[in-house]
């Protein structure tokens, strides 16, 4: 290298090529060269740089999270989903809502004697509101009903909720009824909060006055989806449950307050007891209603 005097005091280093001249350098000279120029860096908010750290480190929880609450493993999964439910099965059981249920519900529907059970709408059992309502129905079955024939379908069930319906004693409906089974003895049909359709559809299946008296229903109130509406909109969406109401004999479940939980499941909101009665004879008009113009 060949030094050089500047004016301003400096000394300038200058490459020399093989021939000891003065030269254009090359890359590699420059990566070898102890003199480094100031690399050019990227100007990057402060505020996105910290956004996107907290990103990464919130979607790593999450992946943690997900890997720590959803095994793989589906026998992992089925127990787990057998242990929370049969939990809350003895959360129930200790409680008063429970109490209350079997001074104010139980009764009736031993009353009616109930030969199979049917249960549309429960949901996927990864769901807490769905355990809360599968062990409601289960420890009743257990404690005051003991029907053996217990059915279920819903189609957000996961393989491993079927497994898991199968262990305590619930087959799976194969097909997607909407709700349309024609009762052939008495039913206890378990619809919490179905969709309104879907008890219309049930009503239409059985519009006879012997299958109606061979149904049970353990759902949302069909009079507040009347009372919810404009009269002659469900009339027309809802023709066979508008026909009946006059009809239906109900009993509200208790509070959840009474399960006495820092946070209610909301599992069980708006629940009834219902039952089609008539009397000596029918006073409906069971002749052929027209296809409702809701959905079915």
């Not at 139980?106 to 062990?135: K, M, N």
Request: proline share 5%; charged share 25%; aromatic share 6%.
């Amino acid at each position: 290298m060949v030094p050089a005097s500047d004016d301003d005091g400096f000394t300038l280093v200058k490459a020399k090529t093989r021939r000891g001249r003065t030269g254009h350098v090359s890359s590699k000279q420059i990566s070898q060269s102890k003199v480094l120029e100031p690399q050019k860096v990227p100007e990057i908010s402060a505020v996105n740089d910290v956004a996107c750290l907290s990103k990464r480190k919130k979607n790593n929880r999450q992946q943690r999270l997900r890997q720590r609450t959803q095994p793989e493993d589906p026998d992992q999964i089925v127990k787990q989903q057998i242990e929370a439910i049969e939990a809350k099965k003895q959360t129930l059981r200790d409680s008063d809502y429970f109490s209350a249920l079997e001074k104010d519900i139980v009764g009736q529907i031993r009353g009616f004697s109930p030969l199979e059970i049917v249960c549309y709408g429960v949901g996927s059992l990864a769901l807490q509101v769905s355990q809360w309502q599968l062990a409601l129905i289960l420890l009743l079955n257990e404690h005051h009903l003991n029907v053996s024939d217990i059915m279920a379908y819903d189609p957000a069930t996961t393989e491993a909720d079927a497994l898991t319906y199968e262990r305590l004693g619930v087959s799976i409906i194969p097909v997607n009824e909407e709700a349309k089974r024609k009762a052939s003895k008495r039913t206890l049909f378990y619809m919490p909060h179905c969709e309104v359709f879907l008890y219309e559809n049930l009503l239409s299946a059985n519009w006879t006055a012997e299958c109606l008296l061979r149904i049970m229903i353990i759902g949302n109130s069909l009079q507040r989806y009347l009372d919810s509406n404009d009269a002659g909109r469900f009339a027309q969406q809802s023709p066979h449950i508008n026909r009946v109401l006059a009809h239906v004999v109900s009993a509200g479940f208790p509070s959840e307050k009474m399960l006495k939980l820092r946070q209610n499941p909301y599992a069980f909101t708006d629940t009834c007891l219902q039952r089609i009665e008539f009397g000596s004879s029918p006073t409906i008009d069971l002749e052929a209603i027209p296809k409702s113009n809701g959905p079915s």
